[in-house]
């Protein structure tokens, strides 16, 4: 408990008198838009960082709990994509006036849906492409262009994204995604701060053997 308030994922300004971060999940009023508890956004609001989702192509974006996700971050949705397999690329079907049905969903070029882990922290200005799939903490960074899947625990920078290193050894990752903080009660979480916050690796992965073995 902080100031006598707990956290609440139902909270839309977690910080008093502040309006450009925001809990995601209560502001969500697309259906094919799913957020976790307490996955925030540097912004007044989220649903306009959603690009190209049309009802048609029934994509949906997935992201999960406790991500932080910077200002300007733009998630490119399946809408996005035109028909590649025939000679013009032009949509005409999606454009007043034009005589043309929409292409059978095999003649389109769709990704599935886009999907972020739980703890993923999302810099400024990243683009999250169609279909992508981003693991549990991982680190994109600023300005990075997602179009390819990411592992947990990864840190992944440029235009293309690509892996700049691990975050932890493959033993405390292993742990922490046996572990997995984030579906724990925040009661639970609330003690659970002094590890997750912990600079001594070494100490992070006795104290989650220990918890594990419970």
């Given amino acids: 408990m902080k100031n006598g308030k707990n956290p609440n994922p139902n909270t839309i300004h977690p910080i008093a008198g502040y309006d450009k971060e925001i809990y995601v999940k209560p502001t969500i009023k697309n259906p094919n838009i799913i957020v976790g508890d307490f996955t925030y956004i540097a912004d007044s609001e989220f649903e306009s960082h959603v690009t190209h ?52 969903p095999s003649d389109l070029p769709l990704k599935g849906d886009t999907i972020i882990g739980n703890d993923v922290w999302i810099g400024q200005n990243a683009v999250i492409l169609p279909g992508v799939h981003i693991g549990d903490g991982a680190i994109i960074g600023a300005n990075s262009i997602v179009g390819s899947d990411i592992q ?13 290193r691990k975050r932890f050894d493959d033993e405390l990752i292993d742990l922490l995604l046996r572990f997995k903080w984030w579906d724990k009660s925040i009661d639970d979480i609330q003690e659970l701060i002094p590890i997750l916050t912990c600079s001594d690796l070494e100490k992070v992965k006795a104290e989650l053997i220990a918890c594990l073995s419970k």
């Fill in 53 to 104: 989702h049309y009802e048609w192509n029934g994509d949906k974006l997935i992201i999960g709990k406790f991500c932080q996700i910077a200002a300007g971050v733009e998630f490119v949705m399946n809408g996005a994509n035109h028909q590649m397999n025939a000679v013009s690329t032009f949509p005409f079907y999606t454009l007043e006036g034009w005589d043309m049905k929409p292409p059978v």
């Fill in 152 to 164: 947990p625990y990864s840190i992944v920078v440029g235009n293309p994204a690509k892996i700049l």
